[in-house]
């Protein structure tokens, strides 16, 4: 009855079109199409975070310079005469962490992969409540849509920085206001997105799936939403908290006796500034879990594909997945050391850091030990792969020294930071986010993106992206605040490392160059790329071996898969091809 | 192609996915809460023990006999809503609507009791501006007000206009007040935590 009733409606009328168009596009509940959905606007979040960055770079690089061309675009209250303001370049700083970490990259690897791949890789016809889905989306898109207007508040957006410190934020402009409501749609969201993920991966897997046949890229999605779950709401009641504080005048977060531009603030008092940042920091050490883990997966699916065996360790990889999960949310003050907590709490807490440093070693060395003695394929998804381990290793290994108490003194709120989570984030999960599209480009379009473009891209972002970032640690160890509005040129000891500001700031327009490659690739290759295959890489998992490129529109699979095998039986003994689908009987 | 176990659990997890997704959700709703109450706590341990900003004893300033009633009134309504399920455990629909009609009753009643509370602190001049103490309980008890008011919201639907699907699909009809419940029991339990900490201690 409903081929009939779909064949009747594309004969009917133009009206009755449109209609169709809006509920198959826009308001859809098939979860590939809210996949899509999140990857687009993610990727447009992506790239408006970036230029942010792009500004802010011009600033430090050539401070109190008017900057070139563009300069027309700004207003008298942000950049006049093409000069950055500070309070401008606070708001700048704020946006570009607030925007990449909860706009792009999150919605991207979990509303966007997790979205599209899971019930495809469990064998389920969409995810458990489509309806709960389509929200999260739409939730999200309002979120973000509530951040972008901060941009025209009287004061400009949030600029309290992307942790929103108070007694700062307490008392900044309107801005704060719009943030904090736009984090109140935003965790609304997530909570929508990875209940439905928890809830498909547990009851929809397919007849013989069971746990550790899962492919990686599922577990880690399982674990990443358990902390979305779990860690968001802390930061919720924290925003509420902070919104009290903004609108009634309630002192959650205001010690006695504050003193603001001379004068003692008219408050009720007794609040305690930490406790926002304990609050914070208790969801913001699981995002940084929530970054990686997903990527984790993708890396993971890539490398098992690419050098045609199977993961070294799979199982090894699940527990310390499952371990990384549950300490994750006991590792947070470790942000904290210099609050003066106390060192019996630092020291706590510098223990539970070094401890979670296990599981991430285990997981890495898995990956890199998986290369051993495969015959791999270097197209563009796995160089971005393979050069996710070095840049998450040394991201990772570079947390060590801000792990531990006593370095810590030196290093906190300098450089060194930014470029410790930047090659976790940037050449780690961006880079793993690379990976991931250029691998399920041809399940999503049912065409492949170009080679050679694709490795055009990964070169020339593998070198720029170095150029920003290394430079950091060397002006970090020096000592150099990440909090400067002129990049360090007013402070003495910043002196002798100026001179690696304008290489970082070229470094970045360079890279945001080397994305044009990409970006050209994405959308020709919508059309006119070379036609792929149902299974175009030889995969052995559900995605690939049990459906077409792209899968069905409606209920994925003609026949629900049954599971027989592992997930990544490649290259078996005896057997006539060098993969064996888990599909197979 | 349906997707499966929207009504009957599967078999080797026990549940059907509403009851999963309950779960989850009200693991967050934990999170959501208990944040709050930590925060009650931190605050309050940081207050001086004398002088202005020293922290008030709830019942010097709250109305325990109120906050009793109304909890009692919550407590009600928690068995009339479980009541209202096993109704239709039992097949009897016109019980079920006698008993979610009381549930909702019980929880407009909760709200009109916590409206003149609210009044009568402002007729003091007692604003969340006013102390931390204010401020934590204005912000628990409002956001656990929001949640009754979601809640009602959600049975109001399954009373009246949702109560149709009894006749097309009664078990998932069943498992959807199910789900209900549980929420509205969390709903409850909060301001059973709530109840003892601001009103008492």
């Keep these: ?585 | 192609m349906n997707i499966p176990f929207t009504t009957n659990p599967r078999p080797d997890t026990g549940v059907y996915n509403a009851k999963l997704g309950i779960w989850l959700f009200l693991a967050s709703e934990v999170m959501l809460f208990g944040a709050l109450f930590s925060s009650y706590i931190l605050i309050r341990v940081g207050a001086p023990e004398v002088g202005e900003n020293a922290w008030p004893l709830g019942s010097d300033i709250l109305s325990v006999p109120v906050a009793f009633t109304n909890t009692m009134v919550l407590i009600t309504s928690s068995i009339t809503m479980v009541m209202a399920w096993a109704s239709l455990a039992m097949k009897k629909f016109d019980k079920y609507k006698m008993f979610m009609g009381i549930t909702i009753a019980l929880g407009l009643t909760f709200l009109v009791i916590k409206g003149f509370e609210y009044n009568s602190k402002f007729e003091h001049h007692l604003f969340p501006s006013t102390s931390n103490f204010m401020a934590i309980y204005f912000t628990i008890t409002g956001l656990h007000v929001l949640h009754v008011i979601g809640g009602l919201i959600v049975n109001f639907y399954l009373w009246i206009p949702g109560a149709k699907m009894w006749e097309s699909d009664p078990e998932r009809f069943t498992n959807r007040i199910e789900v209900a419940g549980l929420y509205w029991h969390f709903v409850d339990l909060v301001w059973i935590f709530l109840f003892p900490v601001l009103y008492l201690l």
């Design chain 1, 1 to 585: 009855m409903d081929a009939s009733v779909k064949e009747k409606s594309s004969h009917d009328d133009h009206s009755h079109h449109e209609e169709a168009f809006i509920w198959k596009y826009v308001f859809s509940i098939d979860h590939k199409v809210i996949g899509i959905q999140y990857g687009v606007t993610a990727l447009l979040f992506l790239f408006f975070g970036f230029t942010l960055m792009m500004l802010m770079r011009w600033q430090l690089a050539y401070p109190g310079e008017a900057i070139p061309v563009i300069s027309g675009l700004f207003s008298e209250t942000t950049m006049p005469d093409g000069i950055m303001l500070p309070e401008f370049y606070n708001s700048l700083g704020a946006m570009h962490g607030t925007i990449m970490v909860f706009l792009a990259v999150v919605p991207l690897v979990v509303g966007a992969f997790g979205n599209y791949l899971v019930p495809l890789q469990v064998g389920a016809i969409d995810m458990a409540f489509p309806k709960l889905n389509m929200a999260s989306y739409w939730v999200y898109f309002v979120g973000g849509i509530v951040m972008l207007v901060g941009f025209w508040m009287p004061g400009g957006a949030a600029n309290s920085g992307w942790t929103s410190y108070p007694p700062l934020s307490n008392i900044a402009t309107t801005g704060q206001t719009v943030w904090l409501l736009g984090m109140v749609f935003l965790i609304t969201s997530s909570l929508l997105g990875s209940m439905n993920i928890i809830v498909t991966i547990v009851q929809l897997r397919a007849e013989g799936l069971t746990w550790m046949k899962l492919p990686f890229f599922t577990w880690a999605q399982l674990v990443t939403s358990f902390l979305l779950l779990l860690a968001f709401p802390p930061l919720e009641a924290a925003g509420v908290l902070q919104l009290m504080d903004r609108l009634t005048g309630s002192s959650f977060f205001m010690p006695s006796g504050l003193v603001v531009s001379g004068e003692v603030l008219d408050i009720a008092g007794g609040g305690s500034p930490l406790l926002w940042q304990h609050l914070f920091w208790f969801l913001a050490h699981p995002e940084v879990y929530v970054l990686i883990l997903p990527a984790l997966g993708i890396i993971a699916e890539v490398i098992a594909n690419n050098t045609r065996k199977p993961l070294w360790g799979y199982k090894s990889m699940v527990y310390a997945t499952i371990f990384l999960g549950f300490i994750s949310f006991t590792v947070w003050a470790h942000h904290m050391f210099l609050t003066g907590m106390g060192t019996a709490i630092n020291a706590f807490f510098q223990t539970t850091t070094m401890i979670i440093s296990i599981p991430s070693v285990i997981i890495l060395t898995a990956l890199m030990i998986s290369l051993w003695g495969g015959s791999i394929r270097f197209n563009s998804a796995m160089l971005f792969a393979c050069a996710f381990l070095p840049m998450f290793g040394i991201g990772g290994l570079t947390g060590l020294p801000l792990g531990l108490t006593a370095s810590d003194i030196h290093l906190h709120d300098t450089y060194y930071v930014i470029g410790h989570f930047h090659y976790v984030v940037a050449p780690g999960t961006i880079f793993a986010i690379f990976a991931g599209i250029y691998y399920w480009y041809p399940k999503v379009t049912g065409r492949a993106m170009n080679e050679m473009l694709g490795k055009i891209h990964f070169w020339l972002s593998l070198i720029f992206i170095n150029g920003i970032f290394f430079p950091m640690f060397i002006q970090g160890l020096a000592g150099v605040s990440r909090r400067l509005y002129d990049g360090g040129a007013s402070y003495a000891h910043a002196q002798d490392y100026l001179y690696l500001n304008e290489f970082m700031s070229i470094s970045a327009w360079l890279l945001a160059l080397a994305q044009i490659p990409f970006i050209i690739n994405f959308f020709i290759s919508w059309k006119s790329g070379q036609k792929a295959g149902d299974n175009h890489w030889d995969a052995t998992t559900l995605e690939w071996s049990a459906t077409t490129s792209p899968p069905l529109g409606h209920g994925n699979f003609e026949v629900v898969p049954t599971v027989y095998r592992g997930p990544y039986e490649y290259s078996v003994p005896g057997k006539d091809k060098d993969f064996t689908p888990q599909n197979e009987a």
